[in-house]
């Protein structure tokens, strides 16, 4: 059973729209969360990090929040931009990374 | 930005031959990890390595597998025997601390086994 949950599996968005992302774990405790934007065919790269103490942490456009009692953290994602079209990846890592299978979002002109 | 180097980007194999996948880590870093990501599939963690020797590893690293720093700048995965299922995108990973919290990737080998 995959400890790691992302909703939604695909989205499509119009070019300057905000959108979010979840992130539902089962991975507990941790020492901490982070997003990953994957472009295809390339590795991922890191968007935020944040502990298991911390509620939110902003890069650039992009904001991620963590509930630690709900086990939830979403990806919100603001005025979107064609590059922003990826898969956007949720790890929770303790002692190893436990990898979500991603949301593909691909924001159209 | 300091970046992980991966050679090939792609490798077609037949199988049953040996494949070697090359990556050169940011060069003051000290752990190393392989993942793969078959099509449509999430990563998947392979192996950690630190200090020249294998720290943890996956169910998916089996006997077929081997890791190797042959020289202090490459960090090779070998895949003895390969096998249809083996195709995907296996990516090297570097990091100066064990806490991961400036883990880099590479750009992927897309090996296919034939």
């Known amino acids: 059973k995959n400890q790691v949950e992302q909703s939604p599996q695909s989205l499509i968005i119009l070019e300057g729209k905000n959108c979010t992302l979840q992130?539902?774990?089962?991975?507990?405790?941790?020492?901490?969360l982070r997003w990953y934007k994957q472009d295809t065919g390339r590795g991922p790269v890191s968007l935020t990090i944040m502990t298991f103490s911390e509620n939110t942490k902003s890069n650039g456009r992009y904001t991620a929040t963590l509930d630690a009692d709900t086990k939830q953290s979403s990806l919100h994602i603001t005025a979107s931009q064609l590059s922003d079209s990826a898969s956007y990846i949720c790890v929770v890592s303790l002692n190893d990374m436990r990898f979500g299978a991603g949301t593909r979002l691909t924001v159209k002109p | 930005e300091p970046e992980v180097t991966q050679t090939p980007s792609h490798q077609v194999t037949q199988m049953g031959q040996e494949v070697i996948l090359r990556c050169v880590p940011i060069s003051n870093h000290l752990y190393f990890y392989w993942y793969r990501q078959i099509l449509g599939q999430k990563v998947e963690f392979l192996v950690s390595f630190y200090n020249n020797e294998i720290s943890e590893k996956s169910e998916i690293f089996d006997d077929q597998f081997s890791v190797e720093r042959p020289d202090g700048s490459n960090f090779t995965l070998k895949i003895r025997s390969t096998k249809l299922e083996d195709s995907a995108m296996y990516f090297c990973?570097?990091?100066?601390?064990?806490?991961?919290?400036?883990?880099?990737f590479g750009s992927g080998t897309q090996l296919s086994v034939l």
């Open positions: 990973a570097s990091d100066r601390s064990r806490t991961n919290e400036k883990l880099f």
């Open positions: 992130c539902n774990y089962t991975v507990s405790p941790f020492s901490n």
